[in-house]
């Protein structure tokens, strides 16, 4: 049996220091996809070896492609082409992944062999309809469990193109449909409702494949080829962000991030911050294989509530559980609408943030699609004991709480931090975060 893990966070610190996060969740998985379809060796640097990252890795090894063994973050893939894929023997187990589930649907629905995905308890309560609609309209063979839950039963097909205006700003729905497409023979067109996180686009385009953006949509043909290229890998500005927010709430910090991705389409925390009165700078901006970075410093600032804009939302969308701590420390109210994804994420994420606060004595009022904060002007929050619901993103907002807390928190069911941010307790300790991990 697998021991849950325990965080116990003593209260109050402040950060200091330069320090690096790990490599950007996406583009790790983005690059592992596009790798193994391309023609050549990729040769990838700062991938994340987090577990959702590395399902996706095993996935593409178990359909023949040859990856090396990360070596701190470093890694070769040789490409296998767009029709170099081989049956896999057993499903494909894609952990507590989201992305690697939806992306990775797109691309096998256009295979010409049969492959089921499977995930966790969490994953497989988490809504595919949003790919395997659109997918069965460009003529794939998928099967769902009852309620639209994975595991999902893929058969062989030819896909055809669509032209598909997206319900809801999703980046995975979009790359699911993009990835698709490169196997249609035909124009697909995807819009996307608001601008959301546009890695796919960019990678295929340092891949050399064609593609057309224009305005709000994407126009994609098939059967082009994607040529091997250098990937570097940006830090992950939403592990960054937890470290944004306590500096920003932790009186005394000063804190530097470093080659943290600041790609406008993920920097919806950033604006977010600074419209509250964060101290946030970059030192130096500059461009990574076609993302652009940052070496970002924050310094401690007195914050303040705000009306989040709605835009903002799919821009800053995983970055929510610790802009909620950021809230709860901020003076008056901090209103969030328009947040329905957040309760479909690797937790409800507004109930379980909602639940911790309570604990906390955060003042707080659930609304249908999003959260009213009352935040304690700089007066220190209790301690006590929070359940993070199995979800990585709560267990470390709450270890930032810890920072503005007048006792310790402790967080149960911390194991999936591992998920997305490997070295996540050591990194904070070694910055000013006073914690320990007890499994039991
Ligand atoms: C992701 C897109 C987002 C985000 C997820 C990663 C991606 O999901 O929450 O963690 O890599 O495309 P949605 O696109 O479903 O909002």
């Known amino acids: 049996m697998n021991l849950k893990q325990t965080f116990k966070v003593q209260p109050q610190g402040s950060l200091q220091g330069s320090i690096r996060v790990p490599g950007d969740k996406s583009i790790s998985h983005r690059a592992i996809m596009m790798g193994a379809i391309a023609e050549g060796t990729t040769q990838v640097k700062g991938f994340l070896e987090g577990e959702d990252s590395l399902a996706t890795l095993k996935a593409f090894r178990a359909m023949g492609v040859t990856i090396s063994e990360p070596l701190n973050g470093s890694l070769r893939i040789e490409g296998a082409g767009l029709r170099g894929l081989q049956a896999p023997q057993q499903p494909l187990d894609m952990g507590n992944s989201g992305t690697a589930m939806r992306l990775l649907c797109g691309l096998l629905a256009a295979q010409n062999f049969s492959s089921t995905l499977v995930g966790d308890e969490s994953l497989s309560t988490r809504p595919m309809k949003r790919v395997t609609e659109p997918l069965k309209a460009m003529?794939?063979?998928?099967?769902?469990?009852?309620?639209?839950?994975?595991?999902?039963?893929?058969?062989?097909?030819?896909?055809?193109?669509?032209?598909?205006?997206?319900?809801?700003a999703s980046a995975q729905v979009k790359s699911c449909l993009m990835l698709a497409s490169l196997y249609v023979d035909g124009k697909t067109i995807i819009s996307e409702p608001a601008p959301c996180r546009n890695h796919t686009e960019l990678m295929l385009q340092g891949f050399g494949y064609p593609i057309a953006i224009i305005g709000n949509r994407v126009?994609?043909?098939?059967?082009?080829?994607?040529?091997?290229?250098?990937?570097?890998?940006?830090?992950?500005?939403?592990?960054?962000?937890?470290?944004?927010?306590?500096?920003?709430?932790?009186?005394g910090s000063d804190l530097i991030l470093e080659h943290v991705g600041i790609n406008p389409t993920r920097?919806?925390?950033?604006?977010?911050?600074?419209?509250?009165?964060?101290?946030?700078?970059?030192?130096?901006?500059?461009?990574?294989?076609?993302?652009?970075?940052?070496?970002?410093?924050?310094?401690?600032?007195?914050?303040?509530g705000i009306d989040i804009p709605v835009d903002q939302v799919p821009l800053a969308i995983?970055?929510?559980?610790?802009?909620?701590?950021?809230?709860?420390?901020?003076?008056?109210?901090?209103?969030?609408?328009?947040?329905?994804?957040?309760?479909?994420?690797?937790?409800?994420?507004?109930?379980?943030?909602?639940?911790?606060?309570?604990?906390?004595?955060?003042?707080h009022e659930v609304k249908p699609d999003g959260i009213?904060?009352?935040?304690?002007?700089?007066?220190?929050?209790?301690?006590?004991e929070v359940d993070s619901k199995g979800d990585h993103r709560i267990a470390m907002a709450f270890t930032i709480a810890a920072l503005v807390a007048k006792e310790p928190i402790s967080i149960l069911d911390c194991n999936n931090v591992a998920t997305s941010f490997p070295g996540f307790a050591e990194l904070a300790q070694s910055c000013g975060i006073d914690m320990q991990v007890n499994e039991s």
């Not at 003529?139 to 809801?168: C, D, F, H, R, W």
């Open 267 to 304: 920097t919806g925390v950033i604006n977010i911050l600074r419209a509250m009165g964060a101290n946030i700078e970059y030192l130096r901006e500059y461009n990574a294989g076609g993302e652009v970075v940052a070496d970002i410093r924050v310094r401690y600032a007195p914050l303040h």
């Open 219 to 251: 126009e994609i043909e098939g059967g082009a080829k994607l040529k091997a290229c250098d990937i570097d890998i940006p830090a992950d500005i939403s592990s960054a962000a937890f470290f944004l927010v306590g500096a920003c709430i932790a009186p």
């Open 372 to 384: 009213i904060i009352t935040g304690s002007g700089g007066s220190l929050m209790t301690g006590g």
């Open 139 to 168: 003529g794939a063979q998928l099967e769902l469990e009852e309620g639209g839950v994975a595991p999902i039963k893929i058969s062989p097909a030819q896909l055809t193109a669509i032209n598909y205006s997206m319900p809801v």
């Open 318 to 363: 995983d970055e929510f559980p610790v802009l909620f701590i950021a809230a709860a420390c901020a003076e008056g109210d901090t209103i969030l609408s328009g947040a329905e994804e957040l309760k479909v994420k690797e937790s409800d994420r507004i109930q379980a943030m909602a639940d911790g606060m309570a604990t906390l004595g955060v003042l």
